[in-house]
């Protein structure tokens, strides 16, 4: 009975035309033969159904295509997980585990399982020793998820390795030696980058001394870490390949004499930026996020005493100093898009809400923000090496991903990676309940409705999950809620240590819990006693993100595994999304519209995400530009016999 299950076909052709339902076709016809070898499987020792992965390992070896083996893989996999784990992959698991084999993204809603569902095309991927690899969005995902399928791996004799940051060469080699190996796709890019170095180190050492190239290793003895680039399944795929793909990866060099006049400049900048006043000096464009310099402003700039190692620098260049010290005044918040760890600017992923350790902004902007909080300037010209997550990604000979909510961006997917988005069916009906959105006049007003809210659900006991977009507005509402003598637990990247514990708690009865976007992927909010009864878990979201997707994983916190659940979204006529959206003018005449609002019905809920649609289109035609341009450098740097990592383009 290889049928796909009920109803999935029609919304998948509706989706993307007959490419993916083709797929899901193929994949389904390999349900039968999975579920005809389950018996015989359940008869066996676990030593003998190790015996039985060995000897597809050795098949896989002698050259057996894969596609071949995946009856038999997945039909073991499934067989160890229900041993080992206590979960017997679902029909739908299977779906996807083999759509992902097939090289395709495949969406399955938040809660189904990717967890588990990974451990199909990763076993078999690593069936013929060329090594598998899980990329998660951080490092504590990569460990979680690894050693929650470890013990299904190691019925199958297969070896599992966690690459974290801070972890030393050595125990990186061994992690990449392992059959699968899970870790962030930051961490397997930088890896990647140090091993590119040292090859390079090694080939031109190797010149002039012999006896190194003998040994295999650079000058330190060092020798790489990564291998090949073999098997690459991206967790959160849509998030890393497009959100964070054209984030540059960099591995620094000393300074040099510019960064020392770089340096003093951005410092400048930033102590005499509050004199320039909006308007008079400068003009700033919400929409592009720009700041321009008007003639009075770059008067002053001429006029007013600058450090002597300015001297050299050109006008022009001075001018944008203040213009990025103004970009950064107007736009970065502390404590929302970043913070200050022990000296150090750290970004706070708009996507994730977690601390994105390693990553900076390009264009100056970090080292702007760096100066205007008077930590130490750190430079990323003088680079040694530096490479995309998309062109790390691209390098895999076969790359997949799984996503919760990959559709929306389908179309980018496959323009850039060339893999299908395959939407996979739920296994139960999801009964999650939506509540009518409830726009106010101002957030004051929608803050009021937020803890009243809260505080109705509270008295039932059912626990509440509520959403903020930033640091420092999961704190306030927090400090709101205790004020009025709600108990409240904060989950945002200040708590990263309690993070398993405040989640394991989300889900009991009474809780109320207040994150930023760390209550997204990953987190599984397992209801607490007599809950489900209650009507399960509550979800809030106090305002629109970005990215509709981010939205949808809040969401995607109740009603799953067909958990009782439900959500309701606040908006408010002076959110940021709309400024982000339709510019100042525009949300300036919403905002004092909203003044006069009283109460919920303040606008249509239309608005905000015709708001939030041009800023996702936005975003799409800067990647679109950033990857043209990165491609043509490229292309540019082959033709000179460049390394385009190593080698800095000019
Ligand atoms: N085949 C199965 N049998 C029993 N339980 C399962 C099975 N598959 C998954 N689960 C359970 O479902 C829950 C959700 O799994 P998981 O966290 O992997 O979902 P997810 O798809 O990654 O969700 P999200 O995208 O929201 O993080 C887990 O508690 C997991 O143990």
């Known amino acids: ?107 399955m809603q938040t809660g189904e399982g990717k967890t588990l569902t990974a451990s199909l095309p990763m076993y078999l991927a690593a069936l013929d020793g060329k090594g598998a690899h899980l990329s998660t969005v951080n490092d504590y995902l990569a460990k979680r998820d690894a050693d929650i399928i470890r013990p299904l791996y190691e019925a199958l004799g297969m070896t599992v390795g966690v690459i974290q940051s801070q972890m030393p060469q050595p125990k990186r080699r061994e992690a990449y030696a392992c059959d699968v190996t899970y870790g962030t796709a930051n961490e397997m890019g930088f890896d990647f980058l140090r091993d590119r170095l040292l090859k390079r180190q090694i080939s031109e050492g190797a010149r002039d001394l012999f006896g190194e190239m003998l040994s295999g290793g650079g000058a330190s003895g060092d020798k790489p870490v990564q291998g090949d680039l073999h098997y690459m399944l991206v967790d959160e795929a849509d998030s890393i390949l497009i959100d964070e793909a054209r984030t540059p990866l960099i591995i620094s060099a000393a300074p040099g004499e510019d960064e020392v006049i770089a340096s003093e400049a951005y410092q400048w900048a930033a102590e005499v930026q509050p004199k320039f006043e909006e308007d008079v000096h400068f003009e700033y464009d919400h929409k592009d996020r720009r700041a321009d310099l008007t003639v009075e402003g770059r008067r002053l700039v001429r006029e007013m005493p600058k450090p002597a190692a300015m001297n050299r620098l050109p006008l022009s260049e001075i001018y944008e100093y203040i213009e990025r010290a103004t970009k950064v005044e107007q736009e970065m918040i502390l404590d929302r898009h970043y913070v200050v760890r022990e000296g150090e600017i750290v970004i706070v992923d708009e996507f994730t809400g977690r601390l994105a350790e390693g990553r900076k902004w390009r264009a100056g902007l970090h080292q702007a923000i760096e100066a205007r909080e008077g930590v130490e300037i750190t430079f990323e010209t003088n680079q040694a090496a530096r490479i995309t997550i998309q062109d790390l990604f691209l390098r895999y000979r076969r790359l997949s991903g799984m996503t919760g909510t990959g559709v929306t961006s389908g179309a980018e997917l496959r323009k850039i990676y060339e893999t299908l988005v395959v939407p996979i069916p739920t296994n139960r009906p999801p009964i999650r309940k939506q509540l009518p959105t409830q726009v106010f006049g101002s957030s004051d007003q929608k803050w009021d409705a937020i803890v009243e809210e809260i505080r109705e659900v509270h008295a039932t006991g059912r626990p509440v999950l509520v959403g903020t977009r930033s640091i420092d507005k999961s704190e306030s509402l927090a400090r709101l809620l205790e004020a009025g003598g709600i108990e409240t637990t904060v989950l945002n990247a200040r708590h990263v240590e309690r993070e398993a514990e405040i989640v394991a708690e989300a889900g009991q009865r009474g809780r109320v819990t207040v994150a930023t976007n760390m209550a997204g992927r990953g987190t599984d909010i397992k209801l607490g006693d007599g809950v489900h009864d209650l009507g399960g878990l509550h979800v809030i979201c106090t305002e629109l993100h970005e990215s509709r997707r981010i939205d949808r994983q809040l969401i995607g916190r109740c009603g799953r595994q067909g958990d009782p659940g439900s959500y309701r979204q606040f908006l408010a006529l002076d959110d940021d999304i709309l400024l982000q959206g339709f510019g100042e003018k525009r949300s300036k005449r919403l905002k004092s519209r909203g003044e006069k609002a009283v109460g919920p019905g303040a606008a249509p809920e239309s608005l905000f995400t015709r708001a939030q649609q041009k800023v996702e289109r936005r975003h799409f035609r800067e990647r679109k530009v950033l990857l043209y341009q990165d491609k043509e450098r490229q292309k540019m740097q082959r033709q000179m016999s460049q390394d385009p990592y190593l080698d800095t383009a000019g």
């Open 1 to 107: 009975m290889a049928t796909i299950p009920q109803g999935a076909n029609r919304h998948l052709k509706a989706v993307t035309g007959g490419a993916v339902g083709r797929r899901l076709a193929r994949c389904a016809s390999y349900l039968a033969p999975i579920d005809a070898c389950e018996e015989t499987l359940k008869a066996l020792s676990d030593y003998d159904l190790r015996k039985e992965s060995l000897s597809l390992r050795y098949r896989a070896r002698s050259g057996e295509p894969l596609d071949k083996l995946l009856v038999e893989a997945f039909a073991l996999v499934r067989e160890a997980g229900r041993r080992k784990l206590g979960m017997r992959h679902f029909d739908v698991q299977l779906l996807g585990g083999a759509a992902a084999h097939h090289g395709s993204i495949i969406e």
